[in-house]
């Protein structure tokens, strides 16, 4: 379980990281279309609009993003619907991969998955196919500076949690579905500072891989988590640390 819990960590830090990006990105696309809504959706005759888009590019917000928020200013384009999908399907050594997605064009969604699978060596396979591979659990991530082990492992008992585990200067705790929220409460209450609490689906078993495999699995990954649509990816592998500390 370690390889997969590490990635799990390194990827809860990179959203942490990312968040500002993302929180800019919110502001740039809410400009953009108040922009459109007062002026029109031309940027050579919207000078206010035409900033707001210069602004946009040089964060680097996606062309895509822009366009979508100028027709939303405009009225061209309605408040969007989206719908939770799940998908399942195999990476490279046989890993079992399971993807959240929120999508408002299924079409769209799965064609782009299965090419992202396609390239990365792996397949989109069928609902079901790896699902019963997995269970759902809550995992709370705190940090090692805010508790000593021994005080964790009291309050973890007493919230009902059913495993801690290290991972370098993390601890992770692992609840029941039900119990997460419990049980960060408790943390919470007793003064620990909790860096995440969320419900990850843990697998059963995992698959252990290592060289050009291994990061074959892990581009795979990144390649899932920068698509639009996508919430979250999990998946069954065990990979040595410093081959993900690598790639991520």
């Known amino acids: 379980m370690s390889g997969h819990s590490k ?40 000078a206010r609009l035409r900033q707001a888009v210069e602004k946009a590019r040089e964060a680097s917000l996606p062309q895509e993003n822009i366009r979508r928020a100028i027709q939303r200013g405009t009225g061209e384009l309605p408040g969007v619907s989206y719908d939770r999908v799940i998908y399942e399907g195999y990476g490279p050594g046989g890993v079992a991969v399971l993807v959240e997605a929120l999508t408002d064009n299924r079409n769209r969604t ?5 090419s992202i699978f396609s390239k990365a060596g792996g397949n989109l396979g069928e609902a079901g196919c790896v699902a019963w591979m997995f269970e759902p659990r809550g995992v ?13 492992t009291e309050l973890a008992l007493e919230a009902g949690a059913l495993d801690i585990r290290t991972e370098g200067k993390t601890y992770e705790v692992v609840t029941a579905h039900d119990d997460l929220d419990k049980a960060k409460q408790l943390f919470v209450s007793r003064g620990i500072p909790v860096e995440s609490a969320e419900i990850n689906m843990i697998p059963h078993s995992t698959v252990p891989l290592t060289g050009r495999e291994a990061e074959r699995v892990l581009n795979l990954m990144e390649q899932l ?21 690598a790639v991520a």
């Open 110 to 114: 799965v064609s782009e998955l299965r």
């Open 140 to 152: 709370i991530l705190i940090s090692a500076d805010q508790v000593d082990e021994d005080k964790l």
């Open 225 to 245: 988590e920068e698509q639009e649509g996508v919430q979250r990816t999990y998946a069954n592998f065990d990979i040595p640390e410093a081959v993900m500390e």
């Open 7 to 46: 990635w799990h960590n390194i990827r809860i830090r990179k959203q942490k990281m990312d968040a500002v990006k993302g929180e800019l990105f919110t502001r740039l696309t809410r400009e953009i279309i108040v922009a459109a809504r007062e002026g029109g959706g031309n940027i050579e005759t919207n």
